[in-house]
């Protein structure tokens, strides 16, 4: 039975996006459970395709095949792990903030967290502090990550979580963030919870402040 | 309008920096391309908000920027200084902030040449908001409005030369990057980058036109700089990145042929490329913008600009000085080398051309497609293709296969990985097909229309 499991991560390892569905729903329609499939096969598969980029192995083209791949796996599963009341790892709601319109690296961090297991609501570029209060008010996010690219729109990451906290929810998220001119004396400073250097450390920073 | 169908710059030694066939002279005297590289300095702010009640401290960071690089110019002896103001979002965004930075720049640039002799200009560069509209409304609607304002304000408040980084077309190239998809990338820069740059450049020439300024060129940079990025970070092949920087040639070209004059935008490092069709200055920026951005090619970018810049640096405190203080520091030493060595003679400028070729040429792809008869070899073949999506199709077969050999003769190495990718990328440029409506069609039907207006590119 396991090597259908294998089956799975292999073809999502390999960018097979059909393959991977069709192997999902063997599994399924064989009664194996939701979140095995999901934690074993699926997110596993992503693991090591985290672990091949770090190590040079993969780009990050290769990545996202793997990602289209797991993405039409999880069409499949997700009406099961809903049956099944499986909970993602945490929500996660990303953008660029205001007046920022870098979008690059957090597209990357967001298909990288949800390869993770994580649910992402993306806000896009541009986003106001209202639209993340929003998010956490009204959507259930537990988790924020905030980038930007320029040395004036940085400010409003403070911004952002200032805005948080005059809102009475910065207690219910935890705030990430990333961008070129950021640092970890900045996210310090601002009162975030964590800074990521790039996308491919995003993911343990997420897990960390999650489980946290 | 010129219409390029051959190399202004054919023989090898004439491809040189300083020196260029339609070098670009200002009122004051100061030429550009006519035998001296000039330092350009570019700053930014440091970090801070721009709004309203912050004008104040913005416009007193700009006075302070500009005046200790023109201080700094005349301590040094700088032959003359160019600075561009590269204007941020929010200050083309509010039109008349772009204008009053522009204003605090330039009287201070007219005092220090009045005072001490500095010959001096001044590249200003809105920034193109174009894209705060999702997806980019590229061709009407207040961005459009501001951003056209914008050029004009600033213009008027004492611009020698306009310039933008547009950004037609970025929207679908920044996933055609991080997919590795070469066919994206040919129609973001051979048809929809082509197209905007015709439309953007014919009405940034008008504007120079009754402002009396220069219309100096645009830069891929939110296309190949990006891929230039990605690839350092290890996100992309360094072979895809090295296509990119090649195959956004043609498109950069179109502000010439519709009456750029030079000098190009100093981020552009397709510029070897336009100097060498056009005939017209470029700068260019290397191991001085660090500051800014990491790179593989900071020697090799030194190899034939008209003016060397640092890309930008934010306003903070060094141990030296504050950072555009010693930016400028940086650029009027490298500067000053190149204009010595071009002072012994035509022999001497070669080898310090070739020797800053060498020193990075055999160490990255995108490197690679930089040394200088590299160029010129790539330039004629793009050269002669009709349109922008030929010269775009041929510029990525072109590039992947001048990698492709320079990997067998040894001139290059890369990794496994890396020639994996240089396979891939070769087959699929290789199904582009000749007719470009045909490619139109077919790339209309993949695109996500939810990222891009075909309207605004003028495809129905």
């Known amino acids: ?212 | 309008m010129p219409g390029y169908t051959s190399l202004a710059i054919s023989n090898i030694d004439n491809f040189i920096y300083g020196n260029c066939p339609r070098p670009v002279a200002l009122k004051n005297g100061l030429v550009i391309g006519g035998g001296t590289v000039y330092p350009e300095l570019n700053f930014t702010l440091p970090d801070m908000l721009i709004e309203k009640s912050s004008m104040p401290e913005v416009l007193k960071q700009y006075a302070q920027m500009i005046e200790g690089a023109c201080q700094r110019a005349v301590e040094l002896h700088a032959p003359g200084l160019v600075v561009e103001f590269e204007l941020l979002p929010d200050l083309t965004l509010t039109p008349q902030w772009g204008a009053e930075v522009t204003a605090i720049v330039r009287e201070t640039l007219d005092k220090t040449q009045s005072q001490h002799g500095l010959k001096v200009g001044l590249r200003v560069t809105p920034n193109d908001i174009r894209e705060f509209a999702h997806p980019p409304i590229l061709r009407s609607g207040g961005f459009v409005d501001k951003m056209f304002r914008s050029f004009e304000l600033c213009a008027a408040a004492g611009a020698d030369f306009l310039a933008v980084e547009s950004t037609g077309g970025k929207e679908i190239h920044d996933d055609a990057i991080l997919n590795g998809d070469l066919h994206g990338s040919v129609f973001a820069l051979g048809v929809l980058g082509a197209r905007d740059m015709a439309w953007l450049w014919r009405r940034i020439v008008e504007i120079s036109s009754s402002y009396s300024v220069i219309p100096s060129g645009d830069s891929a940079c939110g296309f190949a700089n990006t891929a230039m990025v990605l690839a350092e970070q290890k996100f992309i092949p360094r072979v895809w990145a090295a296509a990119i920087r090649v195959m956004s040639v043609p498109r950069s070209l179109v502000a010439f042929e519709q009456g750029a004059l030079g000098p190009n935008k100093d981020c552009a490092y397709e510029g070897p490329f336009i100097k060498a069709i056009t005939g017209c200055p470029i700068s260019l920026e290397g191991a001085e913008a660090a500051c800014a951005h990491l790179s593989p090619i900071g020697n090799i970018a030194k190899a034939v600009p008209d003016l060397w810049s640092n890309e930008s640096v934010n306003n903070v405190k060094l141990l030296g000085a504050m950072a555009p203080t010693v930016s400028l520091e940086q650029l009027v030493y490298a500067t000053r080398l190149m204009n010595v060595a071009s002072s012994h003679g035509p022999a001497s400028a070669r080898a310090l051309r070739d020797w800053v070729s060498e020193s990075d040429a055999t160490l990255d792809p995108q490197a690679y497609v930089l040394r200088p008869d590299v160029v010129l070899d790539l330039s004629a073949q793009i050269i002669a293709e009709p349109t922008p999506y030929l010269r775009t199709r041929r510029a990525a077969q072109a590039a992947l296969a001048c990698l492709r050999q320079a990997g067998a003769n040894g001139e290059l190495t890369y990794s496994n990985l890396e020639r994996r990718w240089l396979d891939k990328l070769s087959r699929s440029a290789d199904e582009l097909p000749e007719n470009e409506q045909e490619f139109t069609a077919t790339m209309i039907s993949l695109v996500n229309k939810t990222k891009v207006r075909l309207e605004e590119y003028g495809i129905e």
């Open chain 1, 1 to 212: 039975m396991e090597h259908l499991l294998q089956q799975i991560y292999d073809h999502i390892l390999n960018g097979e996006a059909k393959p991977t569905a069709a192997a999902v729903q063997q599994c399924l329609d064989l009664g194996f459970e939701p979140g095995q499939i999901l934690s074993e096969a699926m997110v596993a598969a992503m693991a090591e395709v985290g672990r091949l980029f770090e190590e040079g192995e993969y780009y990050v083209p290769e990545m996202l095949v793997a990602a289209r791949a797991m993405q039409s796996g999880l069409a499949v599963l997700k009406p099961h792990l809903v049956k099944a009341n499986y909970k993602p790892v945490a929500k996660v709601a990303i953008g660029t903030v205001k007046g920022d319109l870098h979008d690059i690296g957090k597209n990357l961090v967001g298909m990288m967290l949800e390869g993770a297991s994580f649910e992402i609501l993306d806000l896009g570029t541009d986003v106001s502090p209202e639209k993340f209060i929003a998010a956490v008010k009204e959507q259930g996010v537990n988790l924020i990550a905030l980038s930007a690219l320029l040395t004036t729109t940085m400010p409003y990451m403070r911004t952002t979580i200032d805005a948080l906290k005059a809102a009475g929810v910065r207690s219910q998220v935890k705030v990430m963030i990333g961008g070129a001119p950021v640092t970890e004396n900045y996210a310090r400073e601002i009162g975030a919870d964590g800074y990521s250097a790039d996308a491919s450390k995003a993911v343990s920073l997420a897990r960390s402040l999650v489980e946290a």
